[in-house]
Nanobody, 123 residues
Framework: QVQLVESGGGLVQAGGSLRLSCAAS????????GGWFRQAPGKEREFVAA??????LYTDSVKGRFAISRDDAKNRVDLQMNSLKPEDTAVYYC??????????????????WGQGTQVTVSS
């Protein structure tokens, strides 16, 4: 059973940066797609970014500001967030798909989830 633990959330002013990390155990990210989702109060969980061994995928609102990366040797997927905006405020969740699955933006396609980390961007 894959277990995911996020870290790196916090409070930052608009225009600032944060780096989220997701550490995997019990299976790791090797041969898996890793993704980041977020959920703001009163809203549905939405896709942010995903990474396979050869490609990345981003939602339009974060393109050019966020960068997802992976380190399979460390079983980790990171999300570097720059030029943060108040509308980026949410709980951010790390997720992973079953092995050898393609990139996806759909939460239902992800089998493993972390507990979430709060990101708050003040104006």
């Amino acid at each position: 059973q894959v277990q995911l633990v996020e870290s790196g959330g916090g409070l930052v002013q608009a225009g600032g940066s944060l780096r989220l990390s997701c550490a995997a155990s019990g299976g790791g990210f090797s041969a898996r797609v890793g993704g980041w989702f977020r959920q703001a109060p009163g809203k549905e969980r939405e896709f942010v970014a995903a990474i396979s061994r050869s490609a990345t995928l981003y939602t339009d609102s974060v393109k050019g500001r966020f960068a997802i990366s992976r380190d399979d040797a460390k079983n980790r997927v990171d999300l570097q967030m720059n030029s943060l905006k108040p509308e980026d405020t949410a709980v951010y969740y790390c997720a992973a798909r079953k092995t050898f699955s393609p990139l996806s933006k759909l939460p239902v396609d992800y089998n493993y989830w972390g507990q979430g980390t709060q990101v708050t961007v003040s104006s």
